[in-house]
């Protein structure tokens, strides 16, 4: 399973990107998907992720109300809408896939290479 996330750059706080992860390989509408993102110096945390049909989503504190995951089980693609975005979201973001349970766990068994956000104030 391959994941390449796409869709990064710069942008002033307060506009929006939307990051997308291609996903080939292995059976796409089975698997759960997550973003996570890494800022300089941090650990990598949890963004946002959503069950294999698209019925549930969950995001972490504090993105919520700013940023929605969706996803294409037709095109194999995960999309992550980030709106009002602020300095402190400047990270690389990774998207990652797994079985059904990993949306339980938070624990993916496959990821892709990040794509770079900066967020300029």
């Known amino acids: 399973v391959q994941l390449q996330a796409s869709g990064g750059g710069v942008v002033q706080a307060g506009g929006s990107l939307r990051l997308s992860c291609a996903v080939s390989g292995g059976t796409f509408s089975n698997y759960a998907m997550g973003w996570f993102r890494q800022a300089p110096g941090k650990e990598r945390d949890f963004v946002a992720a959503?069950?294999?049909?698209?019925?549930?989503?969950k995001y972490a504190d504090s993105v919520k109300g700013r940023f929605t995951i969706s996803r294409d089980n037709v095109k194999n693609m995960v999309y992550l809408q980030m709106n009002s975005l602020k300095p402190e979201d400047t990270a690389v973001y990774y998207c990652?896939?797994?079985?059904?349970?990993?949306?339980?766990?938070?624990?993916?068994?496959?990821w892709g290479q990040g794509t770079q956000v900066t967020v300029s104030s």
């Open positions: 990652a896939a797994g079985p059904p349970l990993r949306y339980v766990t938070g624990r993916y068994d496959y």
């Open positions: 959503i069950t294999w049909s698209g019925s549930s989503t």
